[in-house]
């Protein structure tokens, strides 16, 4: 018996679609492993490990070229650097819930307009039309 897992039995215990895992390969997060004459790749334990990791950073906003700095940062060599790739993305982060949160209160103020028109144009539609 073989140790590791096979890409289907892999993908399953991961809760990715095998797509998913050869797509990582091919973005350098996770290494293919030797395919063996007449046999089947097997992936080590640490794979599952690392599609966790991939899917837990994608989760808090990081892309997967964050993603990929951060695993190459994840021996501890260099903390600086991925406290700043974090505070990056927290920044990123806040810009776009201010962006958000005009957005939201613009939609909410065209929506009570559009609550109190009587007869004309939509104040919706008004406002998707014009330049302001």
């Known amino acids: 018996m073989q140790d590791g897992l096979t890409i289907g039995r892999l993908a399953k215990?991961?809760?990715v679609n095998v797509e998913t895992i050869r797509y990582y390969q091919r973005r350098g997060l996770i290494a293919e492993p030797h395919k063996p004459l007449g046999g089947h790749?097997?992936?080590p334990q640490v794979v599952m490990e690392q599609i966790a990791f991939v899917r837990r950073a994608?989760?808090?906003g990081f892309s997967l070229a964050e993603?990929?700095?951060l695993m190459d940062?994840?021996?501890?060599r260099d903390l600086k650097a991925t406290r700043i790739i974090a505070e990056k993305k927290h920044a990123n982060l806040e810009l776009h819930i201010a962006q958000l949160s005009q957005m939201r209160r613009r939609l909410k103020s065209l929506i009570d307009k559009s609550r109190k028109a009587v007869k004309g144009r939509c104040p919706i539609i008004e406002a998707l039309s014009t330049d302001s």
Do not use: E, I, T
């Not at 940062?73 to 501890?76: A, H, N, R, V």
């Open 13 to 15: 215990a991961a809760g």
């Open 41 to 43: 790749r097997r992936y």
């Open 58 to 60: 994608q989760q808090l």
């Open 67 to 69: 993603v990929k700095s």
């Open 73 to 76: 940062l994840s021996d501890g």
